[in-house]
């Protein structure tokens, strides 16, 4: 199966410059690139899934905390000013 796709002349130009690096031809390095995406953001996809689920099960069994607590963690853990503490 064939398919056309329009690239921007940035994503082209880029596109080119990776296939004169490697010295291949630009089907297979496109090609490639975009199993490559695919891939990632299938396998993403999951992931995030999993890790919605896994909050929303602490949630229904009650183990959460608030996020005043969670706030002052960041704070703590990033030396943020206790003046950006929004009220």
Do not use: C, H
């Not at 090609?31 to 929303?56: F, H, P, Y």
């Not at 949630?59 to 206790?82: G, I, L, P, T, V």
């Amino acid at each position: 199966m064939s398919i056309v796709v329009t690239l921007s002349p940035e994503l082209e130009a880029l596109l080119r410059d990776k296939v004169d690096r490697q010295g291949q031809d630009i089907n297979p390095v496109a090609s490639e690139l975009l199993i490559n995406v695919l891939r990632w953001e299938q396998q993403d996809s999951k992931e995030a899934t999993k890790e919605i689920q896994q909050g929303l099960d602490n949630f229904e069994a009650n183990r959460f905390r608030s996020f005043q607590d969670f706030a002052k963690e960041q704070r703590r853990k990033y030396n943020f000013s206790e003046e950006l503490n929004a009220t």
